[in-house]
């Protein structure tokens, strides 16, 4: 009941004053029950008490809000709360909701003005018993923030994930006296269980785990093995070398001369970050890392104001760009600057020793901040401060792992892209060169060694894929791509280098991203989370030709000449001067890479003929399909279902692809079931599905190739998380092929069958993005000039269907299937955008829906489908007469003969080079066709008729037949196989070490293989 009571206006001012102490004074638990407390109010002491001690509120340290809670003690002492409020898991801010496993944790700030040799014990209590409790040592000064879960604590700790209902919380020591600042307490929050990180000052979290197998976590052995190490003497020569490195690295730091000195901007980049000297101490707003990972309540905290440790390193990075070029006055202003930013960081808690309550992924935030330390590292000695911030990095970076035994060292491509030289740069963050080198000696051999490994979850395979997050990865491969180069550079040609087995595997794949790119973008097929973004080896120039300056593998030669011919096709037009230096002076020309490349470990097949290239991918039980992210590719279901994206000389989006109002559905080549883009999205917040079918695989013989893949959304796994067993309603199948040969790719499809009756099910041809709404398609009835417009295709007995797309692509449908077309204005969703959940990722600008001018065509199979099939004819990128006379061009062509297209295989016979290509998808059958027979396993098999008694083979037995760890995940190495391959007639082998028998006793040779990483074996038979 609200009760209505009205004064005379002389009664006003002295009733809101009473009505205000009446509100202080009466305020209950049951209205003050706060989840987090920010100790902004004197009102929150009523709720505390107190032993032995002194509670107030103190605004001389605090992070959020302008005040926080001050203890001060006199022998045993303690205080306590019981007016909390525990947060549920629903309540908690996680990232991807219960995706990973979750517990409640306690998180909370403390300051400390005197570091001493005493500690605090923290506690949680239920009815009057003391529960959980852990111990925080004092030996610290400045800001700590620190992540406990509740299972991690001393006592009756609850279970891992389990839910808490404790009634009080408190603070107690036996130390004599002190005093502690306490602000921003979480008093349980549902948190990450992989994010809660262990320092000095809780080294008791995660004292059962493996701590080693997250790179990100800074180790208290690994800063010990700094502490401990003890380096010998050093000779001039070695010292020389040192110095001839930092050198280089201040070189690669210095932006160009064209920016100039602007004071005035460098005062308000400073002045925006709100620090300010006080006293010994610097204060300011929170410099936190992921604030977004923990409960705020402006309401209890104020405004959310706080400093990201990124933002603070832009600052600094941009202080320590023009300290040099600015005037001495100027230069006086920017250290003063520099040092308070400095002692910032320091006070608030970024020191050796601590973690912040997590770090996690911290390798991203910190490079600017690092670069500005390194560059004023003079300026931090002459202050006495570099000890405190190069240990803090040290910390930080975790560079005392370089020290451990090599069995420990385990190459991951995050690291390489935001750590590893950032680790050669922290070495000179030491004072005396005798660590220096120490230091630097064991990196090298670190960096040796990992870059070397393919047989571990992630980094660089046998194919030369780059891996991470459990599949082949270029936007992360592309990180160590940038960094990697540079070490290897600085090296090179000295006792530091890195070794010829880590360069040469590191070489590989940073040369195999040129070949699944074209001309610098590697499409949507391989691009993770990042669809049509114009991702790619653009940026990378420099890198090129810091490898092909460092000379071989070997150490032996100053110029790669593999990766000068790279260079010179990708960017020698627009560098006269290296294109002379390598072409005149070492007779090095650009590169032609026509051909056929197979990537098995991304079940990626790459045709290249002249200016252009096609990819094909698939996936299966151990390559995912896509990474869908909480808010990024939210609808990315079908980039790997068979997929073939034509690429011109222009990339991408010279070649029709653009996200602008793409139809998520209309990948080409991909064979979906055709959804509303709302059922599309998932449901949950992270998938990388995975089949459960072994058969994706590619083959070659000379140019020409094949891939074959059975595409199953029935059943499968997820490449990241907890999902098992999991799939997609429709239940889509289909076998799929594609025989790339003679410029041109022939498609078959087989046995596509769907459960949904609702949805179309359809194979794709072509989605092109409109530049201009009058570029003509060519087809077999018409000449479509107009916008919008819609047609269909049905089959003509005497050439078939065909069709040109905008961009030149000629496509022949030989199938009896009518073939859909539409040009209209698409309407989409930003691929950063979830329909489902509005969430938004900030790349994505607040875009969420998006609009474009397309051409599209497709071939229906229907709702529901049993047993349908297509077979169609790709022409890349014709000229506009072949355009226009397509039709003479498809009817005259003789050079293939499709030969079996069914369920047991696929068989196609390139006329031109008397090669017979075969998808077989079921072993043991009669193939019925050719000298070969059959296979023991599903297979892609390749048999070249040299002559009447010559052949060559190509062999692909696609299973990479991965072995699982004991938690039944895969360790992402292929182990062999076995295949048998039946050719009619008697014939005999030339020896090649994976050929394990050969058997020509009867009628027919059966030639037994080992295969293994889903790699080509090809051999040579003569007839007897």
Not at 320 to 335: G, L, V, Y
Not at 455 to 469: R, S, Y
């Amino acid at each position: 009941m609200k009760r209505i009571i009205c004064f005379s206006n002389n009664m006003k001012s002295l009733l809101f004053l009473t009505g205000a102490l009446i509100n202080i004074s009466c305020y209950s638990q049951q209205d003050y029950n706060p989840a987090i407390e920010s100790f902004e109010s004197q009102k929150a002491l009523d709720f505390y008490e107190s032993e032995n001690s002194k509670l107030s509120i103190s605004d001389s340290h605090n992070r959020y809000g302008k005040s926080s809670l001050l203890w001060e003690w006199y022998g045993e002492s303690d205080f306590s709360t019981s007016n909390f409020k525990i947060l549920s898991l629903k309540e908690s801010p996680l990232a991807y909701g219960d995706h990973f496993p979750a517990s409640p944790t306690l998180q909370m700030s403390i300051y400390n003005e005197e570091a001493q040799d005493e500690k605090i014990t923290i506690s949680y209590y239920k009815n009057g018993n003391k529960e959980v409790w852990f111990d925080v040592d004092l030996s610290f000064t400045g800001w700590r923030r620190i992540w406990v879960p509740f299972y991690e604590m001393q006592g009756n700790a609850p279970l891992k994930g389990a839910a808490i209902d404790f009634d009080n919380f408190k603070i107690s020591t036996s130390s004599a006296k002190g005093k502690l600042f306490f602000d921003d307490i979480i008093f349980s929050q549902y948190q990450d269980d992989r994010f809660q990180y262990p320092d000095e000052m809780v080294p008791f979290i995660k004292a059962d785990t493996n701590l080693g197998s997250d790179h990100w976590m800074p180790l208290i052995s690994n800063y010990d093995n700094i502490k401990k190490l003890e380096p010998a003497p050093i000779s001039m020569a070695i010292r020389l070398d040192l110095k001839k490195f930092e050198k280089l690295i201040d070189q690669s730091l210095v932006v160009d001369k064209k920016y100039k000195v602007y004071i005035n901007t460098l005062r308000d980049l400073y002045q925006n970050l709100n620090i300010k000297e006080k006293g010994n101490t610097v204060v300011g707003p929170p410099l936190t890392f992921k604030e977004f990972e923990e409960y705020y309540d402006k309401n209890q905290q104020g405004p959310n104001n706080f400093n990201d440790v990124k933002d603070l390193g832009r600052v600094l990075k941009q202080l320590s760009n023009f300290h040099n070029r600015a005037n001495p006055e100027e230069q006086e202003e920017i250290k003063a600057m520099f040092l308070t930013g400095t002692k910032y960081f320091l006070d608030q808690g970024w020191q050796a020793g601590s973690s912040g309550g997590t770090r996690h992924h911290i390798g991203y935030n910190v490079r600017e901040i690092t670069e500005a330390f390194f560059t004023m590292r003079q300026l931090l000695y002459d202050n006495g401060l570099l000890n405190e911030v190069g240990a803090s990095l040290h910390w930080l970076f975790n560079l005392g792992m370089l020290l451990n035994d090599e069995s420990t060292f385990h190459v991951n491509i995050d690291y390489l892209n935001t750590q590893s030289y950032y680790h050669l740069m922290l070495i000179f963050m030491f004072e005396k060169q005798e660590k220096q080198a120490a230091m630097l000696s064991a990196y090298s051999k670190y960096m040796s060694i990992i870059l070397a490994q393919e047989k571990e979850a992630g980094g660089f395979k046998v194919d030369g894929t780059a891996w991470h997050h459990n599949g082949h990865y270029p936007a992360y491969g592309i990180g160590a791509f940038n960094n990697v180069p540079k070490v290897i550079n600085t090296l090179a040609r000295t006792r530091f280098r890195i070794k010829t087995e880590g360069h040469k595997n590191f070489k590989k794949a940073f040369l195999a991203s040129r070949i699944y790119s074209q001309m610098y973008n590697w499409g949507f097929g391989n691009g993770g989370r990042h669809p049509l973004e114009d991702n790619g080896i653009q940026n990378m120039k420099q890198r090129f030709l810091w490898m092909a300056n460092a000379g071989d593998p070997t150490g032996k030669t100053k110029i790669d000449k593999e990766f000068a011919a790279a260079y010179l096709r990708l960017w020698g037009n627009e560098d006269i001067f290296n294109s002379t230096l390598f072409t005149k002076m070492n007779g090095i020309h650009k590169e032609k890479l026509s051909g056929y490349y197979t990537f098995p470990y991304a079940a990626t097949g790459v045709y290249r003929r002249n200016n252009w290239a096609a990819f094909i991918k698939g996936y299966s039980k151990y390559v995912w399909a896509s990474e869908i992210y909480v808010n990024e590719n939210r609808y990315g279901r079908y980039p790997a279902n068979g997929t073939i994206q034509l690429l011109n000389e222009n990339g991408e989006k010279g070649s029709g692809f653009q996200q602008e109002g793409w139809d998520w559905n209309r990948y080409p080549g991909a064979t979906v079931v055709y959804l509303p883009l709302k059922e599309l999205e998932p449901k949950i917040p992270l998938l990388m599905f995975r089949s459960e079918e072994s058969f994706a695989g590619i083959a070659k013989l000379g140019d020409n190739g094949v891939f074959g893949m059975i595409l199953n959304e029935s059943k499968g796994s997820n490449g990241d998380g907890r999902e098992v067993n999991i799939g997609f309603p429709g239940k889509l199948y289909a076998k799929k092929s594609v025989f790339s040969f003679d410029g041109k790719l022939v498609c078959i499809g087989t046995n596509i069958s769907s459960v949904d009756e609702e949805n179309l099910t359809q194979t794709n041809l072509f989605q092109n993005y409109l530049t201009d709404i009058k570029t003509p398609l060519y087809t077999v009835s018409e000449t479509i000039k107009e916008f919008p417009y819609k047609t269909e295709l049905k089959q003509d007995s005497k050439t078939g269907v065909w069709l040109t797309d905008a961009y030149g692509n000629g496509y022949h449908v030989l199938s009896n299937t009518p073939v859909q077309i539409q040009l209209e204005k698409q309407h989409s969703y930003h691929n950063k955008y979830s329909i489902n959940t509005g969430s938004m990722n900030p790349k994505g600008n607040g875009v969420k829906e998006t609009e474009g001018n397309y051409a599209t065509a497709w071939i229906d199979h229907g709702l529901a489908p049993k047993n349908a099939s297509y077979q169609y004819v790709i022409y890349p990128f014709l000229d506009e007469d072949s355009q226009k006379n397509f039709g003479k061009i498809v009817e005259k062509d003789r050079s293939f003969k499709i030969e079996r297209a069914d369920s047991i295989a696929h068989i196609v016979l390139d006329k031109k080079t008397n090669t017979t290509s075969y998808v077989v998808f079921e072993k043991e059958q009669s193939l019925e066709y050719g000298l070969l027979e059959t296979v023991s396993e599903p297979a892609l098999v390749m048999v070249k008729q040299n002559s009447a008694k010559a052949l060559t083979i190509s062999a692909v037995q696609p299973d990479l037949n991965f072995p699982m760890d004991n938690k039944e995940q895969f360790k992402n190495y292929s182990m062999p196989v076995e295949l048998k391959i039946t050719l009619k007639g008697k014939w005999t082998a030339y020896p090649a070490d994976y050929i394990k028998s050969l058997d020509n006793s009867g009628v027919h040779t059966i030639i037994s293989l080992e295969c293994v990483n889903g790699a080509t074996r090809t051999i040579n038979v003569n007839k007897l």
